[in-house]
């Protein structure tokens, strides 16, 4: 592999491996919102 290492080219691929991550991250966060109940902390007793 003789080939140069285009610098640029795999920071924007990393950048976008980590997007896709993180949406589909915050993608299961907001589903366990949404069906998690009202909203309101649980009460202590």
Known sequence: MSEKI???????????????ATTQHLSR???AI????SGAPAKQN
């Open 6 to 20: 285009n610098h640029q080219r795999c920071r924007f691929l990393g950048i976008a491996a980590m997007t896709i």
């Open 34 to 37: 949404a069906f998690g109940g």
């Open 29 to 31: 966060f907001g589903c």
